[in-house]
Structure formats: structure tokens, C-alpha cells
């Protein structure tokens, strides 16, 4: 995935919200914290759960809805336990009131 490709409209997605949505093939999930956005791969890499549906986000942590691990989404990276597997995570950008996604990150 080289090209941005535009995902959502930022009124689309308030402060606090988090939505699914698919990026050449690919299911992430684009969160917004605080005006600034992130995206990350949907699926919890411990037990495949869908962290775009069922996931809950707490500040910048998003909360698997199976065992409880926690990511923060600014990094990927577990914070709930040290030496975790990542959320690989994706470029974003806003371009003319659109949230665009890019390439993977790492």
C-alpha cells in the first residue's frame, strides 16, 4: 500500500471515536484521539479479535475485547504487558476534511 487513499470524513469521526474501515484488502481500525488520528491493524495479533467492532478505546489505549490487551495507538505497541506483539500501524494524514491512510509504518 504506497498511495493515500481517503477513508472517512473528519466530521465522520469526533474525539474519542474509532471506526473500521478497508484499505486495499486490508481491515484497520482509524481512531481519533484528541483531533490527532491513527491507524492500526483491526485484529488483535494475540487472539484474532475484531478491534474495530469490539474494541473499546480509553484514552490512547485500545482495549482487545477478548484478553484484555491494551495498545497504545499512537506506537502500536502493548503497554499492558512488556514484550507483546504490536499493531503494525499506518500513515495518516487529513487532506481537504478527509482522513486518508497510507502506507504501513516499521
Known sequence: M???MPVLRT???????????RVHGRR???????QTYYALAAR???DGADLGR???LKG????CPRDDAAYDVRTGERVDRAGGA?????????????IQVGP???
Open 2 to 4: 504506497q498511495e493515500y
Open 11 to 21: 466530521p465522520e469521526l469526533g474525539p474519542g471515536e474509532m471506526r473500521e474501515v
Open 28 to 34: 484497520l481500525v482509524v481512531v481519533n484521539v484528541g
Open 44 to 46: 488483535c495479533p494475540n
Open 54 to 56: 469490539e474494541g473499546r
Open 60 to 63: 490512547f489505549w485500545l482495549i
Open 86 to 98: 504490536s499493531l503494525a500501524r499506518y500513515a495518516i494524514r487529513v487532506a481537504e476534511n478527509r
Open 104 to 106: 504501513r509504518i516499521g
